[in-house]
Nanobody, 124 residues
């Protein structure tokens, strides 16, 4: 049984910061690519950032480049998303997802394990 649980969402003013965490159970998170997606009302689920298994190479969407950073804590079996200089357009439900391979995928269809999502709301 594999489960992913996100935490850390909340309400923040524009320019503020949040740190999201994804805790994995039933799997060694460092062996597989782990990604964060987000979905705003009326929009499709959007790739945000990901980290590959093993090497820890990262991929970041242009919309968040320079503001969001993904990292992995192997001891805790978690992946975190540090979000800085948040903007109202970052408002969405953020989902943690894990691939079945080490390589990063940019499509939601590349990921088979998903968390329940955590709400991030950025006010003006």
């Amino acid at each position: 049984q594999v489960s992913l649980v996100e935490s850390g969402g909340g309400l923040v003013q524009a320019g503020g910061s949040l740190r999201l965490s994804c805790a994995a159970a039933g799997r060694t998170i460092s062996n597989y690519a782990t990604a964060w997606f987000r979905q705003a009302p009326g929009k499709e689920r959007e790739f945000v950032v990901a980290i590959s298994g093993n090497s820890g190479a990262t991929s970041v969407a242009t919309s968040v480049k320079g503001r969001f950073t993904i990292s992995r804590n192997n001891a805790k079996n978690t992946v975190s998303l540090e979000m800085n200089n948040l903007k109202p357009e970052d408002t969405a439900v953020y989902y943690c997802a894990q691939n079945v391979r080490t390589m990063i995928g940019l499509s939601a269809y590349d990921y088979v394990y998903w968390g329940q999502g955590t709400q991030v709301t950025v006010s003006s």
